[in-house]
Nanobody, 121 residues
């Protein structure tokens, strides 16, 4: 069984910062790509940032220059440093991970339960 757990959400004022963490645990052979998505009320879930096991990253245009994704492969953990937060960043932030487990031939995408980020103006 694989567990994906996010932490670090909270409430901040516009211009503030937060750091989210996501740890993958369980019966794991390998964790490949990981990423952050977000979903605001009444909106579709959108990709925020992604990172491969080799450290290559990608970002949504709306967060480039403000958010930084990083990874600690030894801990199966990724982080999302969010600076200069805006009210429109308010959403539930979800982590996902492509995980290969001993009983599978291919990686399977696992999702966390999400963590709320609220930015007030």
């Amino acid at each position: 069984q694989v567990h994906v757990v996010e932490s670090g959400g909270g409430s901040v004022q516009a211009g503030g910062s937060l750091t989210l963490s996501c740890i993958v645990s369980g019966s794991i052979t390998r964790v490949a790509s990981m990423g952050w998505y977000r979903q605001a009320p009444g909106m579709q879930r959108e990709e925020v940032a992604g990172i491969t096991s080799g450290g290559s990253t990608n970002y949504a245009d709306s967060v480039k220059g403000r958010f930084t994704i990083s990874r600690d492969n030894a801990k199966n953990t990724i982080y999302l440093q969010m600076n200069n937060l805006r009210p429109e960043d308010t959403a539930v932030y979800y982590c996902n991970a492509d995980v290969l487990t001993p009983d599978m031939l291919y990686e399977y995408l696992h999702w966390g339960q999400g963590t709320q980020v609220t930015v007030s103006s």
